[in-house]
């Protein structure tokens, strides 16, 4: 009841604070380079108070022409990256050449002052920001929320294409910078030196092994890794955390500034997302981007040159079935096969006896308040029933020794014997005994099958619906839908209180009674 409780009070705060702008009032002067990263009503007057300045927006063609920054180009990654034939792999950055010529193709010149933006927290916008910085212009700046952010901001928005401006001569005036330069040696070597710390910025299922993206050449991580995911570095708005909550997740993995971090990722995209956040935001010096990262070294890999890692698979799979973040995202990755990948794992969850709390917040994040309802009332059903039919059919002599004496077998097989239903609906309503283990109790008593599982599913669907409706309000995006939401769990949560209290007296009364 008190996680209930609190959960009730944050999703209702959270609730009533949606909708509210985030980058207008943030103060971008506790970053160590105040000056790169701005809201997006600054870049608005950047754009118009300064005479040489060019918005760069770093997005695939369809998604450009469907909403950009009005007087903005697009920008996709061919036009920063190596060219076919350079290299054996992908991704690689493009030559100091080559950027001179692409630059100068939108009428940039070293005077001119860019603006950078993307989708996705900015990921791709800095990918070009590293490029831009290393080869020696360094008159940018990084608009927070990229496109989200400025439409978020309510700013002018443009559809359809652009043509480019007159060309420009472009030529570099500085020497270039590779500070923030790693190579494949610079990684190899960091693998035996205890003041570099390798850090992978890739998703869950590509450090764990689980995933291969198109152009690596084996699934698996770099010895040794840690491992931050990218968008922790990020609000769920896409603006970026502040700094006190970026060096606190930094710290958790043991990350300080007196390390040396090499980021990597796929191909140096994410991982120069990491690299600004960490120089730019923190202002720490020893940070560099793997331009290679995972592509580059399974290509190495393969061919024998360097060594790589994988997971052992029982325990990645059983960290994904404890952890609510990882099951979302899988939930999420299956589209339309989601849903019967909820139930199964819902299921198998409830088998094993782990807490269900996490995939059940799972349901109301994917599918919403009613859809996740029903879906985890059906995982829910199959599992409960599942344990019970183990105990008492398949497994009973290990269940008999391993419950048989427990306090828990003794009084649910008392208060089955003495007062039937009531006992399930009680131990299902009251948090009394671990619910995993419930399940295989039951299988021990004299209860019916059909019975159990019946009512088994009706009477924990009153807690149950109350985390689903409040992670759906959550997941809503809509004030008034979670409004809603946040309401209908508070009744359920308030008229599950006052029946709980009900029952508790009930069985008070029965036991000085006896």
């Not at 989708?119 to 212009?137: F, N, P, Q």
């Not at 819902?346 to 009613?370: D, E, H, N, Q, R």
């Not at 009332?377 to 059919?393: E, V």
């Amino acid at each position: 009841m008190k996680k209930l409780l609190v959960l009730l009070t944050l999703v209702m705060t959270f609730t009533l604070a949606m909708g509210e702008s985030v980058t207008a009032n943030k103060d971008y002067a506790q970053y160590a380079n105040s000056e790169i990263i701005v809201s997006p009503e600054k870049a608005m007057d950047i754009i118009g108070g300064e005479e040489d300045v060019v918005v760069l927006d770093v997005r695939k063609t369809a998604d450009f022409e469907a909403g950009h920054v009005e007087g903005s180009y697009q920008i996709w990654r061919p036009d920063f990256s190596a060219d076919k034939g350079e290299y054996e792999y992908n991704g690689m950055r493009a030559t100091r050449e080559k950027m001179a010529e692409t630059l100068g193709s939108y009428g940039i010149t070293a005077d001119t002052t860019i603006v950078l933006l993307s989708a996705k927290a900015d990921y791709d916008a800095a990918r070009l920001w590293w490029i831009l910085d290393m080869y020696g212009h360094n008159k940018m700046y990084m608009i927070d929320g990229g496109i989200d952010g400025w439409k978020q901001a309510g700013l002018p928005v443009a559809t359809g294409t652009v043509a480019k401006p007159e060309a420009a001569e472009y030529e570099f005036t500085q020497e270039a910078d590779t500070a923030k330069f790693a190579s494949l040696e610079d990684v190899k070597a960091a693998l035996t030196d205890d003041s570099v710390v390798v850090l992978d910025t890739r998703t869950d299922f590509e450090h764990d092994g689980l995933a291969q993206f198109a152009g690596a050449f084996a699934k698996g991580k770099i010895p040794g890794a840690a491992y931050i995911e990218w968008d922790k570095m990020v609000n769920e708005d896409k603006t970026f955390k502040s700094r006190e909550e970026i060096e606190a997740i930094l710290a958790e993995q043991g990350i300080t500034r007196d390390k040396t971090v090499i980021s990597y990722c796929q191909s140096g995209v994410r991982s120069a997302h990491m690299t600004f956040v960490l120089s730019e935001l923190l202002g720490w010096e020893n940070v560099k981007n793997y331009d290679g990262s995972w592509i580059e070294w399974s290509y190495n890999a393969v061919n024998g040159n360097v060594e790589l890692e994988k997971p052992g698979m029982f325990g990645v799979v059983f960290s994904y079935l404890k952890s609510r973040e990882k099951m979302e995202k899988v939930i999420v990755s299956l589209g339309a096969w989601g849903p019967a990948a909820y139930i199964a794992i819902y299921a198998l969850i409830t088998i094993t006896c782990i807490s269900v709390l996490p995939i059940t917040l799972v349901g109301g994040l994917v599918f919403g308040g009613v859809m996740g309802t029903i879906y985890t009332a059906i995982g829910a059903s199959l599992g409960l029933s599942m344990a019970f039919l183990i105990a008492r059919y398949i497994a009973r002599k290990p269940m008999e020794k391993k419950f048989g004496n427990s306090d828990v077998f003794k009084k649910i097989d008392n208060g089955v014997k003495n007062e039937g239903w009531f006992v399930l609906a009680t131990t299902r309503l009251l948090p009394v005994f671990p619910f995993g283990i419930q399940n295989y109790v039951y299988g021990l008593t004299s209860i019916g099958f059909l019975q159990y599982a019946l009512l088994s599913t009706i009477f924990i669907l009153p807690g149950t619906s109350v985390f689903v409706l409040l992670a759906g309000a959550v997941a809503s995006g809509d004030k008034a839908t979670a409004i809603k939401m946040s309401l209908t769990a508070s009744l359920i949560f308030f008229a599950l209180t006052l029946v709980t209290k009900l029952i508790a007296k009930k069985s008070k009364g029965s036991t000085k009674a006896a």
